[in-house]
C-alpha cells in the first residue's frame, strides 16, 4: 500500500482544494467504477505476516513502498518475528535498512515495538486500534492499514493520496486528515469498505497524481467534481 509512500498528509492549516460533495449516487459509482477496475486490490509493500506488515508499514513513512521492499527482502527472511527482530538488535536491523530515510529512529521504533509485542502481546500484533496504536511509532494510520491489511477491517487509513483525492473528486472534503477519515467513512457503502483504502490510494498514485493528476484518461473523470479537470482536452 503507501510510499504507502507516505510522504506526510498536509498539515491540517493546508486548505487543500476540493469539490463540493458527490452525490451518493455518484460516490456509489466512483466506487463501483474503481472495483471494477480492479477487483482485489492488493498492498504495494511486501510482508510475510501480521508483524512483517506492520514493521514495513512502520518504515514506509516518508518513504516509498519500492525502497521499503528492497531493505524488507534482505530483512524479513531472518527476522519475521518479534524475538528474531530483538536477537538481531538495534545495530543488525540498521545495517538492513540504512538506505530508507530516518533510519536511525525507525529502527529504534521497531526494537520498541517488538519488545512491547513480546511483553505485551505474547510475541503478536493485537486486531485491536488503542493496543496498536500504544505502541512505540505506530499511529492512526499505521494502525488502520494494519488493521485492514493483516486482519481485513473495513478501516480506511488517509495517507497524502487519499487526502488528495478525496478533496478533488469530492468524494470526501475535509480541511484535515481527520475530517477526510470521518467523510469517508461516512460515505463509503458498505459494500466497498474493505478495500476503499487502496483503491483511492492506487487512483491517487497512479491517475490522479499530485502535480499533474491524468484527467484525460481517468476512469471517473465524469463523476469527478474537480473544477479544474481539463476534461475538455480529451477525457472519456
Ligand atoms: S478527473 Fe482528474 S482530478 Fe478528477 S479524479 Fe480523475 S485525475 Fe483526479
Redesign the pocket.
Known amino acids: 500500500m503507501s510510499p504507502i509512500e507516505n510522504a506526510p498528509p498536509p498539515s491540517p492549516e493546508t486548505p487543500p482544494p476540493s469539490a463540493p460533495p458527490l452525490p451518493p449516487e455518484a460516490v456509489e459509482a466512483l466506487y463501483a467504477r474503481l472495483a471494477a477496475a480492479l477487483p482485489e486490490p492488493r498492498s504495494e509493500l511486501d510482508y510475510i505476516n501480521p508483524y512483517t506488515l506492520l514493521v514495513a508499514v512502520v518504515l514506509s513513512a516518508q518513504a516509498t513502498d519500492k525502497g521499503v521492499n528492497k531493505a524488507t527482502a534482505a530483512l524479513f527472511p531472518v527476522a519475521d518475528t518479534p524475538d528474531k527482530m530483538l536477537a538481531l538488535g538495534e545495530d543488525g536491523l540498521k545495517a538492513h535498512i540504512r538506505t530508507i530515510g530516518l533510519f536511525n529512529s525507525k529502527a529504534k521504533n521497531v526494537i520498541a515495538l517488538s519488545k512491547a509485542l513480546v511483553e505485551q502481546h505474547g510475541g503478536q500484533v493485537p486486531a485491536d486500534r488503542d493496543a496498536l496504536e500504544a505502541l512505540p511509532g505506530v499511529g492512526r494510520k499505521t494502525a488502520n492499514v494494519v488493521l485492514n491489511v493483516a486482519f481485513g477491517m473495513p478501516t480506511i487509513a488517509v495517507d497524502t493520496h487519499i487526502f488528495r ?1 478525496a478533496n ?2 469530492g468524494l470526501a472534503p475535509g480541511r484535515t486528515v481527520g475530517a477526510v477519515e470521518d467523510a469517508l467513512e461516512g460515505v463509503t457503502p458498505d459494500a466497498y469498505r474493505r478495500h476503499a483504502h487502496h483503491w483511492l490510494i492506487l ?1 491517487g498514485r497512479y ?2 497524481k499530485a502535480r499533474k ?3 484525460a484518461g ?1 476512469g ?2 465524469d463523476l ?1 467534481g ?1 473544477p479544474d ?1 481539463p ?1 475538455a482536452a480529451g ?1 472519456p
Open positions: 483525492v478533488r473528486t487512483h491517475v490522479c493528476p491524468g484527467c481517468c471517473i473523470a469527478c474537480w479537470k476534461v477525457a
